[in-house]
């Protein structure tokens, strides 16, 4: 398995609303990143783990809350957004020992 | 601090063409790593190509070439023979040591493909 899989694709939520992000990879990768992404901008880090630690937290709202359960899966607790949350939201991992990070598809995220 | 500069916003190329992508960076850090993603409309992130800093030759991934010149602190990506499927974003990035640093990315350039 070589791809880092993410669910849902596109979400709408009210800015009341609780919801997560999932992303999964069986690659052996011990390092999985979540990427915010504006459109017709690059992504934007926000967090970093680590061997399943949190390494990265690139000073992100507490809306936001990741979590990382085990060496193959990320997610992200959503809990009171504002619109201006809306964006792309991208998982990656990496190999340990290798700088390139590979990306799944994305989940659209839309605040109302 | 790392610095990745993508001064095309956007580029026009022929089918069939070759196109080179331009990307300049600044770092500090003698070990670091250059890459290149392509993000098509769809918005997924694709990896195309990767250039580490003390590798001697420059990298190739079939269409796909890295123009890398140290001294000059550049890394072009040049696609050879351009098709309409090459129409994307194209987005160059750096990492620095450890493998599990931030990347920094480009602000992008916006490849469109003309039959």
């Known amino acids: 398995d070589t791809e880092v899989t993410q669910t849902p694709k596109h979400l709408v939520m009210g800015m009341t609303n609780k919801k997560s992000l999932k992303c999964e990879q069986h690659m052996g990768h011990r390092a999985m990143y979540w990427y915010k992404q504006k459109a017709k901008k690059p992504p934007e880090l926000m967090f970093v783990?680590?061997?399943?630690?949190?390494?990265i937290n690139e000073s992100v709202p507490s809306r936001f809350s990741p979590e990382c359960p085990n060496s193959s899966l990320l997610n992200l607790h959503l809990h009171a957004l504002q619109p201006e949350d809306s964006a792309l939201y991208l998982c990656?991992?990496?190999?340990?020992?290798?700088?390139?990070?590979?990306f799944g598809p994305g989940t659209r995220l839309t605040v109302l | 601090a790392q610095k990745i500069t993508q001064t095309q916003p956007g580029m026009f190329v022929q089918e069939k063409e070759a196109v080179t992508l331009d990307c300049t960076y600044d770092t500090s850090d003698p070990s670091y790593g250059l890459f290149w993603y392509k993000q098509p409309s769809s918005g997924e992130m694709i990896f195309l190509i990767y250039q580490g800093s003390y590798d001697q030759q420059n990298a190739t991934e079939g269409r796909y070439s890295l123009n890398f010149q140290k001294a000059r602190k550049s890394a072009n990506l040049v696609i050879s023979a351009s098709q309409l499927g090459d129409s994307a974003m194209y987005f160059c990035?750096?990492?620095?040591?450890?493998?599990?640093?931030?990347?920094?990315f480009g602000t992008g350039t916006k490849l469109q493909v003309i039959p």
């Open positions: 990656a991992s990496s190999q340990e020992g290798r700088f390139e990070q590979f």
């Open positions: 783990y680590s061997y399943e630690k949190l390494s």
């Open positions: 990035a750096m990492m620095n040591s450890g493998g599990y640093q931030k990347v920094t």
